[in-house]
């Protein structure tokens, strides 16, 4: 039986526990600035009394990741050597506005050995971002603002990485979550290219009340096949210039990688995101075989209910290296639509191993350039970009080094996933219908449009022009004659 109840605990500096009966019933979303839990007696422990004391002097930390620290792979890591996680990334204006969020995200269970615990959140708002976070104090240990995230989604919604530039709004946002919460508040940033800058922006979240900081070595331009080397020299110079504890994150893929970048930057602890994934036991030093790690997690699974994409997600990962071997495998994980038929189909990877294992020959060598063979837990190089694309032309996207990698025979990935939803979908230029052109904006136009336009440029024209349009079902002329008639029979009256 599990260790984990279902009550709200209370960590403070000292260790001190309270508990609330019931199943961590998440407070009134009217009234997201109160908090009905038990008042905090001890002054809030802030910079290095709060890593040493709260946060027990972490230096292994799994880092925040969408869709993949859940509970369950919490539990995982910290069984193998973690002694610090975050949650996923959590959207804090949908924390405060939804309920069922909270409860899927945080609320629905509190684990004793699920500690200690920072809640990440991405926001852009200081109020919305304190009244998330007031929602979620009484569940962790301290409360963390994403200034990393560096991908599109986080560019279309303003927050992570895509804040750096707006020091006034991050020092409101800090300051008044420094003010208002009962547990410090953290953040997490990618560098600038410039040292000096990167520094400066430091300074400034540890003056606005920041009480601990990851870095990033990576500027926000860096990721997918352009990630490259992390900058550690960059880490090191903010950890020299600030005075609260500071966390490594980049380049590390074994315990050495741990040890070293603590040895050549001075930080107080290491973050791993990448790496844990492809080796959950990455901070005890151990490369297990794979099976070994996947079987725990699911059994932590049946315990700890997790959507069954985040178990997929993970085995993915963990098997890594096998898919490359028994390719027809991974056709089926990606298929099954159970938990007990993911289990399967690792079943399955695991009696391949044994067989590819039981074939091995004495002094045979990983192929492919691998540390390990393929059943053992080992880090995973994401490729780079091609040498000669700096030559033609700099950086390329994401999606035009694949397609350079695959060739242009092979579908990419993307494509192979909607083929396998749709086997009749096709994806030959010369097979798609040919639609007439907006005459504004090249988007194919309605077929009905008196305009000859797409919707979006009928609706400019329709609404300037006080016209009607039928075939988009816009009727601004319409109603502007029956708005006219009304107000005229009104005072006619």
């Known amino acids: 039986m599990s260790q984990c109840v279902a009550v709200r605990l209370r960590w403070s500096g000292l260790g001190e526990v309270g508990a609330v009966p019931g199943r961590g019933a998440p407070p009134p979303a009217a009234e997201p600035s109160v908090s009905p839990f038990s008042v905090r007696t001890m002054p809030k422990l802030q910079g290095f009394e709060f890593w040493s004391r709260t946060l027990g002097g972490a230096r292994h930390v799994v880092a925040p990741m969408v869709d993949q620290s859940e509970l369950a792979w919490r539990l995982l890591s910290r069984r193998h050597g973690a002694q610090l996680c975050y949650t996923p990334m959590l959207h804090a204006q949908v924390f405060v506005r939804d309920a069922n969020y909270r409860k899927d995200n945080l609320y629905c269970e509190v684990c004793p050995e699920d500690r200690p615990l920072i809640v990440q959140f991405c926001a852009n708002d200081p109020e919305v971002f304190v009244q998330a976070a007031l929602l979620a104090q009484d569940y962790c240990d301290a409360v963390d603002l994403n200034l990393g995230c560096p991908q599109m989604i986080a560019k279309r919604g303003h927050y992570g990485a895509f804040l750096q530039e707006e020091w006034d709004l991050l020092q409101r946002m800090i300051l008044l979550a420094h003010e208002k919460l009962s547990v410090p508040v953290t953040c997490k940033i990618r560098v600038f290219p410039e040292i000096d800058k990167t520094v400066k922006y430091a300074q400034m979240l540890e003056k606005a009340g920041c009480q601990l900081l990851t870095v990033h070595g990576r500027t926000k331009e860096q990721k997918g096949p352009l990630s490259g080397t992390a900058s550690w020299e960059h880490i090191k110079a903010v950890r020299k210039a600030v005075t609260i504890p500071v966390f490594a994150n980049g380049n590390i893929q074994c315990l050495q990688d741990v040890e070293r970048c603590i040895r050549d930057t001075g930080v107080q602890g290491v973050m791993s995101a990448e790496g844990n994934l492809h080796n959950p036991a990455l901070f005890e030093g151990r490369s297990p075989a794979v099976w070994e790690l996947a079987e725990e997690y699911l059994d932590i699974v049946r315990q700890h209910p997790c959507p069954l994409s985040c178990v997929r997600a993970h085995l993915f990962k963990l098997w890594h290296h096998t ?129 000859n336009l797409c919707r979006g440029c009928c609706k400019k024209r329709a609404f300037r022009e006080a016209a009607d349009c039928p075939g988009h079902g816009l009727l601004f002329k319409t109603k502007l004659e029956k708005s006219l008639a009304w107000k005229g029979a009104r005072q006619l009256s």
């Not at 999606?399 to 993307?414: F, I, M, P, Q, Y």
């Open 323 to 451: 898919l490359q071997v028994h390719r027809q495998l991974r056709e089926e994980l990606a298929k099954v639509k159970t938990l007990e038929g993911v289990a399967a189909v690792s079943q399955e990877l695991k009696l391949r191993c044994q067989e590819d294992m039981s074939r091995q020959k004495e002094g045979e060598k990983p192929p492919g350039g691998l540390p390990f063979f393929h059943w053992i837990c080992q880090p995973y190089f994401r490729p780079g970009p091609r040498e000669g694309s700096k030559e033609n032309g700099g950086a390329r996207s994401k999606r035009a080094l694949e397609e350079e990698e695959a060739g242009t025979d092979v579908l990419s990935k993307n494509k192979q996933k909607k083929q396998l939803r749709n086997p009749h979908k096709t994806f030959d230029p010369s097979l798609k219908p040919k639609y007439a052109k907006c005459d504004q904006c090249g988007n194919p136009k309605g077929n009905r449009c008196v305009f």
